[in-house]
C-alpha cells in the first residue's frame, strides 16, 4: 500500500502568512495527488487535482506544487476563512485510495 | 448541482450489521463517468476510503475491510448503499458517501454531509 504522510501536523499562523504543508508519499505517484480542506463538521472540499490543478471555484491563492514523492500544498496569504485542516491524497494506485492524515490549521 | 444524502441508523450494536442508503440528487448513478464511493472518519482521526460502485454493480474495496463490506447501486431510486457486518467500536465514525471521476484523475469532487455511526451496546 502506498502511504502518505502529511507535515506538520499541526500549525499556527496569522491572517496574511503565507503557509506551506508537505505531503510525502512512500512510493511516486507521478502527478496523482489531490488536495482537501475540511472545516469542523463539515465534508471535506476539494482545492487541488492532479498535483497542481486548481478546482473551480476555489481561490487562486491555493496553490499546489511537486510530483513523484514530494507534494506541496501553498496558500499564499492566509484568509480568516482558510483555517480548516488539509488532507492530502493519492489516486496513483486507484481503486485503492489513500489520505494523509490531516494538517490542521490554526490561528496564531 | 449534485447533492448526495445519507441515510441509515445513528446506532449500531456491536457484532451487527450497518446499513447506510446514499440518494443522489442533481446526477445520476447511472452515469458512466463516475464512481460512487463510501469514506469514513472515526471522531478527530483521518480519512479512510471503504469501496466504491460503478453502476454496472462492479465494486472495488478497501483490503481492510474487504471481507465485512458490501456495496450496492438500486438505478431506479438513484441511490447506493452500504453494508458493514460485524462491527465493533473501531467502526464508529463519520460516514460519507462521494462521487468520483471514472478516470484520471480520479478525486472526490461531491461529498454528502456525512452520518455519525456508534457502535455501541
Known amino acids: 500500500d502506498i502511504q502518505m504522510t502529511q507535515s506538520p501536523s499541526s500549525l499556527s499562523a496569522s491572517v496574511g502568512d503565507r503557509v506551506t504543508i508537505t505531503c510525502r508519499a512512500s512510493?511516486?505517484?507521478?502527478?496523482?495527488l489531490n488536495w482537501y480542506q475540511q472545516k469542523p463538521g463539515k465534508a471535506p472540499k476539494v482545492l487541488i487535482y492532479a498535483a497542481s490543478r486548481l478546482q473551480s471555484g476555489v481561490p487562486s491563492r491555493f496553490s499546489g506544487s511537486g510530483s513523484g514523492t514530494d507534494f506541496t500544498l501553498t496558500i499564499s496569504s492566509l484568509q480568516p476563512e482558510d483555517f480548516a485542516t488539509y488532507f492530502c491524497q493519492q489516486s496513483y494506485s486507484t481503486p485503492m485510495y489513500t489520505f494523509g492524515q490531516g494538517t490542521k490549521l490554526e490561528i496564531k | 448541482q449534485v447533492q448526495l444524502q445519507e441515510s441509515g441508523p445513528g446506532l449500531v450494536k456491536p457484532s451487527e450489521t450497518l446499513s447506510l442508503t446514499c440518494t443522489v440528487s442533481g446526477g445520476s448513478v447511472s452515469s458512466g463517468s463516475y464512481y460512487w464511493s463510501w469514506i469514513r472518519q472515526p471522531p478527530g482521526k483521518g480519512l479512510e476510503w471503504i469501496g466504491y460502485i460503478y453502476y454496472s454493480g462492479t465494486t472495488n474495496y478497501n483490503p481492510s475491510l474487504k471481507s465485512r463490506v458490501t456495496i450496492s447501486v438500486d438505478t431506479s431510486k438513484n441511490q447506493f448503499s452500504l453494508k458493514l457486518s460485524s462491527v465493533t467500536a473501531a467502526d464508529t465514525a463519520v460516514y460519507y458517501c462521494?462521487?468520483?471521476?471514472?478516470?484520471?484523475?480520479?478525486?472526490?469532487?461531491?461529498w454528502g454531509q456525512g452520518t455519525l455511526v456508534t457502535v455501541s451496546s
Open positions: 462521494a462521487r468520483v471521476g471514472g478516470g484520471y484523475p480520479y478525486f472526490f469532487d461531491y
Open positions: 512510493q511516486s505517484i507521478s502527478s496523482s
